[in-house]
């Protein structure tokens, strides 16, 4: 059970009595996650938690459960699961970026320089030691420049480390200089070598990055929505280049930070997503940042495209995304990864109610229940992105309007009156009167 107080988090369902479900139909959920995700099925009215190889009809599993058990798995219609079969194509960090890499080939082939272009939004990056000789060659153009290491397949910056030397990463070198004996006892992990972004935006001195939420309902066609709320993660120390051993001051992962000696964990190093947009609006203006935000809408869409042939798409299948960008000193985005499995354990009060909230409508959008009618655009905390195409709000003139800078139906960061728009939305469960 979280050591946070549900009581701070009402569930939108709860808008009245619950009173006898007669002749509702249960959802019987799976859930092998401890925690936040756990709190927010339990208090879902209707659902029944099963255990063990009693059958489910949803299923929110961890990616081992389902390399393991997905293949064998026979699924009927109204099932549903929170991973697609090879989600690793995005989340994977050599992975992500080979798959950039060809989309931004394919688009300059087939419509130009000027559209691959617009996917320059992630660092200059090599996967060793199977790269380790183009590596070298682009590491030699810039002598002196700061690099990143991070291992392909750990999170919560375990690994990671910067370095502007090839010695230091010796151990990465291309298998030629390893017998075939010392390959098959020890093989080396492999590893992204990355161009560090240098000039990162500082706040009060201090490095951020941004953890946003997208959810994938369908990538045949593809469909995704974008949360309103996240978070802005802050490092606990100064921002400089003169020490890059700190780890404090460079990595922002919240598994870091919290073993800083001066972390507080009630204060955190966390701003939410509006109140970095207030900030950023005051000394920017409304403009500047209205292009950030778009410029960041065109990673999330672009991302998930050079994913969309290779994906194993299926109906059964959902996936909620979890997004780390950077922004540097010009306001400009950069990728820097994507999680399959973003954490949901909260680090405050507030920021496990954040959590509960867009669980919730996850859960919401996924629909379950059936009170959805497939046409809406917006529900609850998310706001209907890509629907086979881009989604416009509802206050743009399709006549008149330039679709090459559509506004699209995003709001990062804005108000987030998600209780109300669900008691519009809605209908109550079976068995609830509506307030």
């Not at 990055?209 to 990538?219: A, G, N, W």
């Not at 495209?305 to 306001?331: A, M, P, R, T, W």
């Not at 954040?354 to 998310?382: F, I």
């Amino acid at each position: 059970m979280s050591r946070f107080k549900t009581a701070g988090y009402k569930s939108s369902q709860d808008s009245g009595k619950s009173e006898e479900r007669e002749g509702a139909r249960c959802v019987r959920y799976k859930c092998s996650l401890p925690g936040t995700i756990q709190d927010v099925l339990r208090q879902r009215p209707g659902w029944v938690e099963v255990k063990d190889e009693a059958e489910w009809d949803f299923n929110w599993c961890d990616v081992a459960w389902l390399r393991e058990n997905f293949d064998h798995s026979y699924m009927e219609e109204h099932v549903r699961i929170n991973h697609f079969r090879n989600h690793y194509e995005l989340s994977r960090k050599n992975l992500m970026v080979k798959n950039l890499k060809r989309y931004r080939k394919t688009q300059e082939r087939e419509l130009g320089r000027l559209e691959a272009s617009k996917c320059d939004f992630f660092p200059c990056t090599f996967t060793l030691p199977s790269e380790y000789h183009l590596f070298v060659e682009e590491f030699k153009r810039s002598p002196g420049s700061t690099w990143i290491m991070k291992p392909v397949a750990k999170s919560q910056g375990k690994g990671i480390f910067l370095f502007r030397k090839l010695k230091d990463i010796m151990d990465w070198k291309k298998d030629g200089t390893r017998s075939e004996e010392q390959k098959d006892t020890a093989p080396v992990e492999s590893y992204v070598a990355q161009r560090y972004i240098e000039n990162p935006y500082l706040i009060n001195g201090r490095k951020f990055d941004l953890r946003v939420y997208v959810l994938v309902t369908s990538y045949v066609p593809l469909k995704a929505w974008l949360y309103r709320d996240g978070f802005a993660r802050f490092s606990s120390t100064r921002f400089s280049l003169s020490s890059i051993d700190d780890k404090y001051m460079h990595l922002t992962n919240v598994a870091v930070q919290k073993t800083a000696p001066d972390y507080d964990p009630e204060k955190g190093c966390k701003w939410q997503m509006q109140q970095l947009r207030r900030y950023l609006t005051a000394k920017h203006g409304r403009e500047v940042v209205e292009t950030m935000f778009q410029e960041m809408d065109n990673i999330f869409v672009r991302s998930l495209q050079s994913v969309q042939k290779v994906i194993i798409n299926d109906k059964h299948c959902f996936e909620l995304y979890g997004y780390d960008i950077l922004l540097d000193q010009n306001l400009k985005p950069w990728l820097i990864e994507v999680n399959a499995s973003p954490s949901h354990t909260p680090s405050s009060q507030e920021d496990y109610e954040m959590k509960c909230r867009l669980l919730e409508d996850t859960l919401n959008v996924v629909d379950m229940e059936g009170r959805l009618t497939g046409k809406e655009k917006r529900v609850g905390g998310y706001d209907l992105m890509w629907n086979d195409g881009p989604v416009y709000r509802e206050d743009v003139n399709l006549e008149t309007f330039d679709s090459s800078c559509f506004t699209a139906n995003t709001h990062l960061g804005c108000v987030n009156d998600r209780d109300k728009q669900l008691r519009r939305l809605m209908k109550p469960f079976p068995g609830q009167k509506r307030m």
